[in-house]
């Protein structure tokens, strides 16, 4: 919580001179210092060789690759910038890559909105600038661009499903689990679903775990979301998140904190995607891999068939130092329910159920992980799970191009999901 700046003085004097000295203004409805909030910006808003107005009201700050947040953590503070992986998962950048021959099925066409107002200059990285109102939406200014605990679907447990539930988070997803992972990729169906209240999202991402679902849980994670929260606005956007503590204190969203190094100066993490799908019309889909160099031991992150964005260093985490013991692919909301005990209409995907397929409900396609080889394959035993499957549900499927892929969504609130 914010400490409460309002000073009691027994002179004048003084309190003129706590003015002058604390500009310490509180602001917002959450009682944030101005002082506090302006600390945290500077820490966050690193200063820029260059800024471009994106369309859609972001600022996108060309930020000195070595001066980007990542090495504000204590155990960076000395690190070596890896320029490129020493090794890709087999096949990565194959000229002879699958791809669909439906007309209305685009892959390559994504991008992001600030491009159209330029790029960043060499050795730069682009970076969403958070500004006060950002901050002002926050539950906290330490808790700013961290998930709530426990938020990761937990498809195993002796555990009733309202105890799964209970902290709001619901999921529809294929997994794989009891294996040694080095990655994950997916062809993720671009979508965007209405949000009902201002502090639930919508998503769709890949995770790669390792530990328990305890204090200890390791998580990389990326894909697309809609927060009206943490961005401000209802658009769909690229994001990772990482922890190596199970949400307790580690980790964010995007470059909110330290601990992923960027290297990428073309792909802002945080920024809206353009275009999307439309029900029964174009589909549109974004191609997310997460692999573990094998030489250095990092997590690199890839963004479509050529945007390699950066890593999250080995050093960052216990379990995944090693390997992911489970990977999970697939959808989240959160769900906060109103006063009457009603479910959110917040919806997941396209906000059609898995039943209806192509071109209404939202997909994942060309399922796969990385294994011990750094090839590529098709997972075996995968599953899939759903919290509440009158919500959101999933459907799964294999063959074709498409590889291991399953439908997914939903529209939340339904006469069948009070």
């Given at each position: 919580?914010a400490a409460n700046?309002t000073?009691?003085?027994?002179f004048?004097?003084?309190?003129?001179t706590?003015?002058?000295?604390?500009?310490?203004?509180?602001s917002?409805?959450?009682g944030?210092s101005?002082?506090?909030?302006?600390?945290h910006?500077k820490?966050?808003?690193?200063?820029?060789?260059?800024?471009?107005?994106?369309p859609d009201g972001?600022?996108?700050?060309?930020?000195?690759?070595?001066?980007q947040?990542?090495?504000?953590?204590p155990?960076?503070?000395?690190?070596?910038v890896?320029?490129?992986?020493?090794?890709?998962?087999?096949?990565?950048?194959?000229?002879s890559?699958?791809?669909?021959?439906?007309k209305?099925?685009?892959?390559?066409?994504?991008?992001?909105?600030?491009?159209?107002?330029?790029k960043?200059?060499?050795?730069?990285i682009p970076?969403?600038r958070?500004r006060?109102?950002?901050?002002?939406?926050?539950?906290?200014?330490?808790?700013?661009?961290?998930?709530?605990?426990k938020?990761?679907?937990?498809?195993?447990?002796s555990?009733p499903?309202?105890?799964?539930?209970?902290n709001?988070?619901?999921?529809a997803?294929?997994?794989?689990?009891?294996?040694?992972?080095?990655?994950?990729?997916a062809?993720?169906?671009?979508w965007?679903p209405?949000?009902?209240m201002?502090?639930?999202?919508?998503?769709?991402q890949i995770?790669?775990?390792?530990g328990?679902?305890n204090?200890?849980?390791n998580s990389?994670?990326?894909?697309w979301?809609?927060s009206?929260?943490?961005?401000?606005d209802n658009?769909?956007?690229l994001?990772?998140?990482?922890?190596?503590?199970?949400y307790?204190?580690?980790?964010?969203?995007?470059?909110?904190c330290s601990?992923f190094?960027q290297?990428?100066?073309?792909?802002?993490m945080?920024?809206?995607?353009?275009?999307?799908?439309?029900?029964?019309?174009s589909?549109y889909?974004?191609?997310i891999?997460?692999?573990k160099?094998p030489?250095?031991?990092h997590?690199?992150?890839q963004f479509?068939?050529k945007?390699i964005?950066g890593?999250?260093?080995a050093?960052?985490?216990s379990y995944l130092?090693?390997?992911?013991?489970?990977i999970?692919?697939?959808g989240e909301v959160?769900n906060?329910?109103?006063?009457?005990?009603?479910?959110?209409?917040?919806?997941?995907g396209s906000?059609?159920?898995?039943?209806?397929?192509?071109?209404?409900?939202?997909?994942f396609?060309?399922?796969?992980?990385?294994?011990?080889?750094?090839e590529?394959?098709?997972?075996e035993?995968?599953q899939?799970?759903t919290?509440?499957?009158?919500?959101?549900?999933?459907?799964?499927?294999?063959?074709?191009?498409?590889g291991?892929?399953?439908?997914?969504?939903?529209p939340?609130?339904n006469?069948?999901?009070?």
């Open positions: 919580m700046l000073k009691v003085s027994f004048l004097a003084l309190v003129m706590v003015e002058i000295l604390t500009p310490s203004v509180v917002g409805d959450n944030f101005d002082l506090k909030i302006r600390t910006l820490r966050l808003n690193k200063p820029a060789l260059k800024s471009i107005k994106s972001d600022v996108i700050d060309c930020v000195p690759i070595t001066n947040p990542a090495f504000s953590h155990l960076l503070i000395n690190h070596t890896q320029m490129m992986p020493s090794l890709n998962p087999e096949s990565v950048f194959s000229a890559k699958v791809s669909s021959n439906n209305n099925q685009k892959s390559n066409d994504l991008t992001q909105l600030w491009h159209v107002n330029g960043c200059p060499q050795n730069t970076i969403r958070t006060k109102q950002d901050l002002y939406r926050a539950s906290s200014i330490e808790n700013y661009g961290m998930k709530n605990k938020s990761i679907p937990k498809p195993k447990s555990e499903p309202n105890v799964l539930t209970q709001g988070h619901q999921h997803i294929m997994y794989v689990e009891d294996g040694a992972f080095y990655g994950a990729k062809k993720i169906n671009v965007k209405n949000v009902e201002p502090n639930e999202f919508s998503l769709a995770w790669v775990l390792g328990n679902f204090s200890d849980l990389i994670e990326a894909g979301q809609v009206p929260q943490l961005y401000g658009r769909t956007r994001f990772t998140y990482w922890t190596s503590d199970a307790q204190g580690t980790g964010c969203y995007n470059l909110l601990g190094v290297i990428n100066r073309e792909i802002a945080g920024a809206s995607i353009s275009p999307l799908s439309n029900y029964g019309s589909q889909d974004i191609t891999l997460i692999w160099d030489k250095e031991g997590w690199w992150l479509g068939e945007y964005i890593y999250w260093p050093s960052l985490f130092s090693e390997s992911a013991s489970m999970e692919w697939g959160v906060s329910q109103s006063e009457e005990g009603q479910h959110t209409t917040t919806q997941m906000g059609r159920f898995a039943e209806e397929g192509w071109g209404k409900s939202s997909y396609k060309n399922v796969q992980v990385v294994d011990g080889s750094n590529l394959r098709n997972p035993n995968l899939v799970f919290d509440q499957g009158n919500c959101y549900n999933v459907k799964s499927g294999n063959g074709g191009s498409w291991s892929y399953f439908y997914y969504g939903g939340g609130r006469p069948n999901c009070p």
